[in-house]
């Protein structure tokens, strides 16, 4: 995050990040994200001054990040991939930022190279993030090249799918009526990601189906609610507005929800791979197993393509021909 002096930061009852400036006695919201063009002119004229040009910063990639975070190419992004871009960038702006902008493309792939000796997914991520960057960065003349082209991805691993002995280990040890059950119920029966489920609300349910736009894909569902969904929402306990909310009925966060489910998952004595997200890989695989195709499958996922669908399908079908050619030797 972009540290600016005199910010104050708090979060209001919708779970939206207020910010505003207080200097002595002078104190007044400001609009945006930090970093936007309206959010940094607020700032600077409640500061009582601009900004003093610095030959220290000038053609270095810190200034290139500021400058990508007040353009249009940032900021036509969704909220979702704003937030994702500024977790990538605003490491490297604060460990390189001081660097030069004219980066070779053997000192990126280095960079993004000692990512990925720890964190292949964060290398893969950072490497689509940089090339975005540096997209721009031609575009706005601040170079001809675009260094990332040409870095290879990293081989990240994939998250684990749930089995039906380690859902079973889950349900016994959080019984319907308790909070983590709700949540796990919300993101195995809906088959969606922790940060679609943590934004669904009451009013999201019309004629027993469950309205979902999705945060990462913009595409919009239409979900039945099945029985075991149905029992689960009305044992509870949810007091608010959110199906799956705060103990005192606030909505939750992503992060509040993945802790809880992370914390729960531990208590139920599951092993460390087992998260949240593979509830819906979980969810698609039982899909799969039913009999579905690739396109009922999508329905529920949201799936722009089927080649990650595939994938279930295919597993799906080698395990009833296995079984169909076990059954043929007796």
């Known amino acids: 995050m972009l540290k600016l002096k005199y910010i104050h930061e708090y979060r209001d009852r919708a779970g939206n990040m207020r910010r505003y400036f207080r200097k002595g006695t002078k104190q007044s919201p400001l609009p945006g994200d930090v970093g936007s063009p309206e959010f940094m002119a607020a700032y600077q004229a409640l500061l009582g001054d601009r900004p003093k040009p610095s030959a220290k910063i000038v053609g270095s990639l810190g200034l290139l990040i500021t400058e990508y975070y007040a353009s249009r190419d940032f900021r036509s992004l969704k909220q979702s991939s704003q937030k994702t871009y500024r977790y990538v960038l605003e ?7 001081h660097r030069n902008a004219m980066i070779s493309h053997k ?3 280095r960079l993004i190279g000692d990512i990925g000796e720890r964190k292949p997914g964060m290398a893969n991520l950072t490497k689509s993030v940089l090339q975005k960057l540096f997209k721009y960065a031609v575009k706005a003349d601040w170079r001809s090249d ?3 082209i040409g870095i290879d991805r990293f081989k990240a691993g994939t998250h684990h799918t749930w089995t039906e002995g380690e859902l079973r280990t889950f349900e016994k040890h959080w019984p319907i009526g308790t ?7 919300l993101l195995l029966e809906t088959a ?10 009451r009013s999201d349910i019309v004629d027993g189906e469950l309205h979902v736009i999705q945060e990462k894909t913009g595409a919009e569902l239409h979900l039945p609610i099945t029985d075991r969904l149905g029992r689960a929402m009305k044992a509870g306990p ?11 009925g606030r909505p939750m966060t992503r992060n509040g929800l993945s802790t809880m489910m992370r914390e729960a998952i531990r208590k139920a004595g599951l092993p460390a791979k087992c998260v949240s997200h593979g ?7 039982r899909l799969a197993e039913e009999g579905s195709t690739g396109k009922q499958i999508a329905a529920w996922s949201g799936h722009k393509t089927l080649r990650e669908i595939d994938r279930y399908t295919a597993a799906a079908d080698q395990r009833r021909l296995a079984q169909d050619a076990k059954r043929k030797e007796k």
Do not use: F, T, W
């Open 279 to 285: 509830l819906r890989k979980a969810a698609l695989r």
């Open 146 to 148: 675009n260094p990332i």
């Open 91 to 97: 490491p490297i702006a604060k460990a390189h930022g």
């Open 192 to 201: 969606q990601r922790i940060g679609d489920v943590v934004r669904m609300r």
């Open 107 to 109: 000192q990126a792939a």
């Open 238 to 248: 949810s007091n608010g507005l959110a199906l799956i909310g705060a103990p005192n």
């Open 179 to 185: 909070r983590p059950r709700l949540a796990y119920e």
